[in-house]
Structures are given as C-alpha cells and as structure tokens.
C-alpha cells in the first residue's frame, strides 16, 4: 500500500468513524473485522438474555426474589444485560480500527463470527432443553442471515453509522448530570402528581404490552416530524456557511491541509444531505433514549418507595401483576412498569421539544452536534480535493486493496 493510499484510507476511516460514510467515494473493505463488534454485540446478548429466561423461566420466580442474594444476582444479570454487550462491542472495535484500516485480521474475525453462527447456537440448544437437529438447523440458519444482514449493511456505510450510534450512546452517558439537571426539575413539577392519580394507573396499567409499544411508537412518530422541521433548516444553512467559521482538522489525517480550506467543495449528494440528516437524527434520538431511561429508572424507584402493592390494587381492581419487560420477567409489578413507561414517553416528548428550542438546552445538547457536522465538512473539502479522484476509482483499479 502506497503512502498515498494509506493517507486515503486514513481519513475514510476517519469519516466513517463520524458517521459519515456517504462522503467516502468508494466500497468498505476488510467487511469481516468491520462486523466483529456487532457480532460480539449480538453474541453477548443473546447469551445473557438466556441465562435472564433460564433464571425467571418457571411459576416460582415470585417466590425466588424473596431470596435476598437471588434478588442480587438477578438484579446484576439485568444491568449486565445492558452494560457488558456495549462494553464488548466497544473493546472488539477498538480491536477493529487498525486492522480494516490495513487489510489485517481477517483470520481471528472469521472465528468470532465461525462462533456466532455455529458453536452458539449449539449452546443455546443444550441450555434451552432437549437437543433437537431442527432446532439447531434453524438457528444457524437464522445465524447467518443475521450475519449477511450485517455485512450488507456495512458493505453500503450504515455499519459506520451504526458504530457511530453505538459510541454516541457511551458518550451520552457523561452528560447524564448536565441533562437531569436541566431537564429533571421542571419535568417532575409536572409529572409527579400524575404518577399518583389513579387514572394514569387504570389507563396505562391496564393496556396490553404491544398497545403500550404503539403508544411508544407514536410518540417516536411525533418527535422524528418536530426534528425533520427543525433539521431541515438547520441543515440547509450548515451546508451553505459551513465556510463562515473554518474549524482546524487532524493533521494526522489531513496533514497540513487540514489547516485551513481552500477552493470550492463539490456539491452536496443527496445520500451526503441523508448521512447528514440521519446523523441530526440518530444525535438527538438517543440524547431522547438516554434521557427515557432515566426517567424511567427514576419513576421506578419512587413506585417502589412509596406506591405499595395494595394502592396498585385499589387503583386497578387486582392485584399487580409478576412485570415482564422485552419477554423477561423483572422484580416489579407489570403495572408500575407500563406506567413508568408512559411517562418516560411523554417526559421524551418535552426533552425534545426543548432540546432545540430553549437556548439553554440547545447550547448544551444541540449546538456540539452542529460543531461535529462543521468540522467534518471541512474535511470533506479536503478530502475530496486530494483523494477524490483516486477513492472513486474502481476497486480492481487500486493497489493494496
């Protein structure tokens, strides 16, 4: 691989780890060490997701959370369940970078996902029960077509963006502080009262799981059409003053030229103004997810602080119900859970809504995102001007590839 090409390959990795593989004039390549995360990702929960169904699997869970160390142990699997596969995926794609970057792992990446869809389901079929060869059949079947999916996706960019998500999600998590205390106050002023009114209980207690999931969704619905309002203009004056205020590049990947830009940039695509779009989109959707979850654990606590079983009953005319969230049960009553749910719903709506309206909230959530985009339209330009005829050479055409 020429000097040249490496530069090349430098700053496309450089893109696709912004989220921006749309700018890349070329194919993704190495696409089995580009999919290891997302592999190790699924591979870590499916696995705990077992050990939580072989755990709560029978009529004496109940019973079992009673055991203070069961209580423990089930408690921590569940917080595994989240935490450890995003811990994973991150060290696997830390394992990744330099690898696709230079045509290296191909071996150690054909294991992981050799593992993924063959000894995997292997074990599940002797964890779940009686061996059967159909069963075992079908999941490495449905194996691969999870592992094809996933290398189509990267072929065309979106397990850039992906990967992107995943690190913008870790990254929410420090700005948790800043967000509950500008968001949190003035929220449970006007949530909290609700929370103990029985009407919130007898209506979103008592609607079916995939009635609350619609709610969920329309509520999603609601947000993405306020956020494409608002992006469209936002996006229109980043893409044509995104000179005004010139932002220094990497020079280990830009070299000098990234000091500064010169010349005229190529127009926008339209698959450049979606990558832009979707990466507004995907910043502020998971800012609103983060957001959710707090809400969410929040409420919770305080059901269980100070919401006893016999409210519950008086309030929806039965006794509450063993939870069960995304098909595992939880140590909560199904009641509190749909309606901490609900709430965490509405609470997103109003994060939204003044995410891009209050100044406070904009500076602090919305304008980094701005920065982000600024910069790496910089070094589009850049990019585009020195490598733009080589990276959209066909692939035969190239050497080191």
């Given at each position: 691989m ?15 780890r912004?989220?921006?593989p749309?700018?890349?004039?070329g194919l993704?390549r190495?696409?089995?060490v580009?999919v290891?995360?997302?592999v ?11 050990v ?11 019973s079992r959370l ?6 423990l142990?089930y408690t ?7 935490v450890?596969p995003l ?9 990744a ?14 294991a992981?996902?050799?593992?993924y869809?063959?000894l995997?389901p292997v ?6 029960g009686?061996f ?7 999941s490495?079947?449905a194996?691969?077509?999870i592992v094809g999916?996933l290398?189509a996706?990267t ?8 990967g992107?998500?995943?690190r913008?999600?870790?990254?929410q998590?420090?700005s948790?502080?800043?967000?509950t205390?500008?968001?949190?106050p003035?929220l ?11 009407e919130i ?6 609607i079916?799981r995939?009635r ?7 509520f999603?619905v609601?947000?993405?059409?306020f956020?494409?309002s608002v ?9 044509t003053?995104w000179r005004?205020r010139?932002p220094a590049?990497?020079?280990?990947t ?7 830009v010169?010349?005229s940039?190529p ?7 979606a990558?832009?779009?979707l ?6 959707l998971?800012?609103a997810?983060v957001?959710?979850?707090?809400v ?7 059901g269980?602080?100070?919401v006893?079983?016999?409210a519950i ?7 509450p119900?063993?939870g069960v969230?995304?098909g595992?049960?939880?140590p909560?009553s199904?009641?509190?859970v749909?309606v901490?749910?609900?709430?965490a719903a509405f609470?997103t ?5 003044t995410?891009?309206?209050d100044a ?5 959530f919305f304008?980094?995102?701005l ?7 910089a070094g ?8 733009g ?7 035969a055409a190239r050497?080191?590839?």
């Open positions: 020429t000097p040249s090409e490496l530069d090349a390959r430098r700053a496309e990795q450089w893109f696709r912004r989220g921006l749309a700018v890349v004039r993704e190495n696409l089995a580009r290891v995360p997302a190790t990702w699924l591979g870590l929960s499916d696995l705990l997701y077992v939580l169904t072989v755990a709560d699997g029978d009529s004496e869970f109940g009673e055991n203070a160390l069961f209580l142990f921590a699997v569940l917080v595994g369940s989240v450890l811990v994973g995926a991150w060290f696997a794609a830390n394992w970078r330099d690898r696709a970057l230079d045509d290296r792992g191909f071996g150690p990446a054909s992981v996902i050799g593992a869809v063959v995997w074990g599940e079929s002797l964890l779940e009686p059967r060869w159909s069963g075992l059949v079908a490495v079947f194996s691969l077509v999916l290398l996706l072929a065309v960019g979106m397990g850039s963006v992906f992107w998500a995943l913008a999600a870790v990254r998590l420090r948790v502080g800043t967000m205390s500008r968001s949190m003035l449970l002023l006007v949530t909290v009262f609700g929370f103990y009114t029985a209980w007898q209506s979103a207690g008592q079916p995939d609350i999931w619609l709610v969920l969704g329309f999603a609601l947000s993405g059409l956020l494409r992006f469209a203009a936002e996006l229109r004056a980043l893409i003053g005004d010139l590049l990497p020079a280990d830009f070299g000098d030229a990234g000091d500064s010169h010349g940039a127009p926008f695509t339209r698959l450049e103004r990558n832009l779009f990466i507004l989109l995907l910043t502020q998971l800012q997810l957001f959710a979850m707090i969410f654990v929040a409420f919770v606590v305080l269980e602080l100070t006893p079983d016999s009953k008086s309030w929806v005319g039965h006794d119900n063993q969230l995304f595992v049960q939880v909560l199904n009641d509190l749909q901490c749910l609900f709430i609470s709506l109003y994060f939204i809504a995410i891009v309206t406070a909230h904009r500076k602090t304008d980094p995102v920065e982000h985009l600024q910069v790496s339209l589009r330009a850049v990019y585009l001007a020195r490598f005829p080589r990276s959209a050479a066909p692939p050497r080191g590839g």
